[in-house]
């Protein structure tokens, strides 16, 4: 009887262990994936924003003028992808950012 009460509470014990740390790991994000996750949301919205500015443009002017814009937001993301995985080698925010 004692044995069986033993195992019961080791074995509700181990579960308790293991959901806590299922949900641990399932919601932690490192630092990196999160500020990937960051980047990778401002040039979503980036895109979006581009898209909905060159249906309203109506010169040439007025689309280069986008155009440029865009170009050298992206790039500026760029350049902080790039430098996320030089500061986070052999990562998988590194392989990310790299894509």
């Not at 949900?23 to 949301?41: I, M, Y």
């Amino acid at each position: 009887m004692y044995l069986t009460w033993l195992q019961s509470g080791v074995a509700k014990l181990l579960l308790l262990l293991l959901i806590v740390s299922l949900v641990f790991v399932s919601f932690w994000t490192s630092q990196p994936d999160h500020e990937l996750q960051k980047l990778q949301g401002e040039m979503d919205n980036l895109r979006r924003d581009f898209q909905e500015q060159k249906n309203l443009v109506t010169s040439e002017a007025g689309m280069l003028d986008t155009i440029q814009k865009f170009s050298a937001d992206e790039a500026q993301i760029r350049r902080r992808c790039l430098q996320l995985a030089r500061d986070n080698p052999g990562s998988k925010a590194e392989v990310s950012a790299l894509y």
